[in-house]
């Protein structure tokens, strides 16, 4: 028996309808999906729920993650600052295609300002079916994990 995909959702308050279409429809595709908020349109700080994602998708607590602000950039630059993060902002299907298949991203950022919940669930739907390509691509992404790895040690003072 397979397990099932796990994502891990959460937005800010512009983001949060389309945070809740876009769970919804993954949950209708058969994926596990854990939302971790917020759970009303009251106005909240993105960095906060972009962390929550980012550290679960990091801790392999979630296969991958899903952040919704009003254009996906917020979200995406707060995301990337936990290690092991590539969260990419794709409000189209190309650039979802792409953050896949060469760039290995496990968080997709989108923009609630600027993707209706039809274009919403087109992008889910490619950046979800790609598969990473690897290759000369690998070899990339693995100068990303040494910048992680590089920037994001303890130092003493």
Same mark, same amino acid.
């Given at each position: 028996?397979?397990?099932?995909?796990?994502?891990?959702?959460?937005?800010?308050?512009?983001?949060?309808?389309?945070?809740? &279409? +876009?769970?919804?429809?993954?949950?209708? @595709? /058969?994926? !596990?999906?854990?939302?971790?908020?917020?759970? %009303?349109?009251?106005? *909240?700080?993105?960095?906060?729920?972009?962390? &929550? +994602?980012?550290?679960?998708?990091?801790? @392999? /607590?979630? !296969?991958?993650?899903?952040?919704?602000?009003? %254009?996906?950039?917020? *979200?995406?630059?707060?995301?990337?600052?936990?290690?092991?993060?590539?969260?990419?902002?794709?409000?189209?299907?190309?650039?979802?295609?792409?953050?896949?298949?060469?760039?290995?991203?496990?968080?997709?950022?989108?923009?609630?300002?600027?993707?209706?919940?039809?274009?919403?669930?087109?992008?889910?739907?490619?950046?979800?079916?790609?598969?990473?390509?690897?290759?000369?691509?690998?070899?990339?992404?693995?100068?990303?994990?040494?910048?992680?790895?590089?920037?994001?040690?303890?130092?003493?003072?």
């Amino acid at each position: 028996m397979s397990r099932r995909v796990k994502i891990a959702v959460a937005s800010d308050h512009v983001g949060w309808a389309l945070k809740a &279409k +876009v769970g919804d429809y993954l949950r209708s @595709k /058969g994926f !596990d999906v854990e939302d971790y908020g917020p759970t %009303t349109p009251e106005s *909240v700080d993105y960095p906060d729920y972009a962390e &929550k +994602v980012a550290v679960s998708v990091a801790a @392999k /607590g979630a !296969d991958f993650g899903v952040l919704v602000c009003g %254009t996906g950039l917020g *979200v995406a630059i707060a995301a990337n600052k936990v290690p092991g993060i590539r969260a990419a902002t794709c409000n189209d299907t190309i650039s979802a295609y792409f953050a896949r298949a060469h760039n290995d991203a496990n968080v997709l950022a989108l923009g609630g300002r600027l993707a209706d919940e039809a274009t919403a669930r087109k992008i889910v739907d490619v950046w979800l079916s790609t598969e990473f390509e690897g290759g000369r691509h690998a070899r990339r992404v693995e100068k990303i994990a040494h910048i992680d790895t590089r920037n994001h040690t303890e130092r003493s003072r």
